[in-house]
């Protein structure tokens, strides 16, 4: 069982780079970010709260995320984990370490993707995503290759997020450095912590996480 954190600030490619690690090395992505959009989609109040909060770029209560992430965690007891926008306050990191003993896994690594915020609002703004299979694309650096149609599934329901835009993503960015880079030195002190150029291209990125991960596996 291998089990990573992706960490890295809004547009960093986390969700890129965890769906590679699922098609290549049969990891299960565990993205907090989609099973709130799933939440939100619910028609409950619940639901509703959770959309209001993800629209404006602010973080969700712990209380939900931790819950979501234990849910998952119970009902797969054999998966290699990627955690993708989890942990993102310090009690959500001190939850995840307290959940994962208590199954008896190791966090194998942290990876860091290093980025600059620059590069970050031309990423969110070209992002755009399959609605049917979740694959992730960009305008630019990573469009369709038939107008419209999802390459992975050849579907024609490709969406914009609705927090997509520069005003939620400086609030997502302003979240980011007050909440969630406090994490960058606390798996640091753990010992877990390992960095990789975010801003290469998408097959350096991913090389540099294997590299990482072939050498990180605990016993
Ligand atoms: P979430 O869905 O987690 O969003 P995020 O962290 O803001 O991250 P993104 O999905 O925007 O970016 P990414 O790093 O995955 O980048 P991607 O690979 O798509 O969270 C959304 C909201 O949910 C939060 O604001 C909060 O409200 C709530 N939430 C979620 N988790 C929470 C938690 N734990 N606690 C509390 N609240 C929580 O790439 C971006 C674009 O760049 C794409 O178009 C891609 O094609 C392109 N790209 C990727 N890599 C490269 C590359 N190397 N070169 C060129 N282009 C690239």
New binding site residues.
């Given amino acids: 069982m291998t089990n990573i954190i992706?960490l890295?600030?809004?547009?960093?490619?986390?969700?890129?780079?965890?769906?590679r690690l699922v098609e290549e090395r049969g990891m299960t992505q565990l993205?907090?970010?989609?099973?709130?959009?799933e939440a939100r989609t619910s028609g409950t109040e619940m639901g509703r709260r959770?959309a209001e909060?993800?629209d404006?770029?602010?973080?969700?209560?712990?209380e939900?995320?931790i819950g979501l992430?234990d849910e998952k965690l119970r009902a797969n007891p054999e998966g290699s984990f990627i955690f993708?926008?989890?942990?993102?306050?310090l009690p959500?990191a001190d939850a995840l370490g307290a959940l994962l003993d208590r199954s008896g896994r190791k966090l194998d690594a942290v990876i860091e993707?290093q980025v600059d915020d620059a590069?970050?609002v031309?990423?969110?703004t070209?992002?755009?995503?399959c609605g049917n299979c979740g694959e992730?694309?960009?305008?630019?650096?990573?469009p369709t290759a038939k107008p419209g149609v999802c390459d992975a599934c050849g579907s024609t329901d490709l969406r914009r997020?609705a927090?997509?835009n520069e005003e939620?993503?400086r609030?997502?960015l302003m979240?980011?450095y007050k909440k969630t880079s406090p994490l960058i030195g606390y798996y640091y002190a753990l010992g877990d912590l390992s960095a990789v150029d975010?801003?290469?291209?998408?097959d350096?990125?991913a090389a540099d996480i294997a590299a990482v991960l072939n050498g990180a596996q605990k016993p």
Wanted: hydrophobic share 35%.
């Fill in positions: 992706l890295g600030p809004p547009g960093a490619g986390k969700g890129t780079q965890a769906r993205s907090t970010g989609d099973m709130l959009r959770v909060v993800m404006r770029g602010s973080l969700v209560t712990d939900i995320v992430i993708d926008g989890f942990p993102r306050t959500q993707m590069a970050l031309a990423r969110i070209g992002r755009f995503t992730v694309y960009h305008d630019v650096t990573r997020r927090d997509d939620s993503l609030q997502r979240e980011y975010g801003l290469g291209e998408m350096a990125v």
